[in-house]
């Protein structure tokens, strides 16, 4: 009489152990999706994490990179306005005198009281800007900076217009096919008075950006 139930027990237990383990294979199943879920999420952020990290650290490249070019190009150009402005500056107190002067305005004159040997216009590297443009290099440096950039290149730009305009002009082959030259003298004296108003502002220019730039690049780039 107590096989009955003991079979029935036993059933019991065997189902009962069949649903835990059924029960567990679900739930290891549940948490290894969950898991795969989690790492799956996490190599997403990595990956954009480390993909993040490598274009910020081109940029830096390019930023330092631009700002090097143009520390050493404005020096460049810095130079070379200064090389000619005591000659501009002569130049344009000889050309006013020869003018005040109640003296037929002739080229024999012109040779006598004039030391001309060109009006030396200021031939600006612009290398750097070309090359920080076709990368967008600007776009990577700090607002302020790159703003004070392209004024120093803008003020260089002007001035290379004004002399571009006064060449193409003033010097053609007739300018000295005439006794008088007091056409020509006039227009380079007023040439030569907006030289040396604009090459003195971009000379300051130069003072305040050239030691910004080396501040704002790292120490590895200034040595």
């Known amino acids: 009489m107590d096989e009955a139930p003991l ?3 036993g059933e019991a237990c065997r189902k009962t152990r069949a649903d835990d383990f059924t029960q567990r294979g679900t739930q290891e199943v549940v948490a290894n999706g969950l898991l795969e879920v989690v790492l799956i999420r996490q ?5 954009l994490w480390a993909n993040n990290w490598h274009e910020q650290r081109e940029h830096r490249a390019l930023a330092n990179s631009a700002l090097r070019n143009f ?9 070379a306005v200064q090389k000619d402005r005591q000659y501009h500056e002569a130049l344009v107190r000889e050309l006013q005198e020869f003018l005040a002067s109640g003296e037929p305005p002739t080229q024999e004159r012109y040779q006598q009281n004039v030391h001309f040997q060109g009006v030396r216009p200021v031939m600006f590297a612009h290398t750097a800007w070309d090359l920080a443009l076709a990368t967008q290099s600007l776009s990577y440096l700090k607002s ?3 703003f004070d950039i392209s004024k120093v290149y803008s003020e260089q730009n002007a001035l290379q217009t004004l002399e571009n305009s006064f060449l193409a002009s003033a010097f053609t082959p007739a300018t000295f096919s005439s ?33 910004e730039i080396g501040r704002a690049l790292p120490r590895s780039y200034t040595r």
């Open 43 to 47: 190599g997403v952020i990595l990956g």
């Open 71 to 79: 520390a050493g190009e404005m020096r460049t150009n810095q130079q």
């Open 179 to 211: 006794e008088n030259l007091k056409g020509l003298i006039t227009a380079m004296k007023f040439y030569l008075i907006d030289v040396n108003i604009q090459e003195p502002a971009i000379l300051q220019s130069y003072e305040k950006v050239i030691p």
């Open 144 to 146: 302020e900076l790159a």
């Open 7 to 9: 079979g029935k027990r």
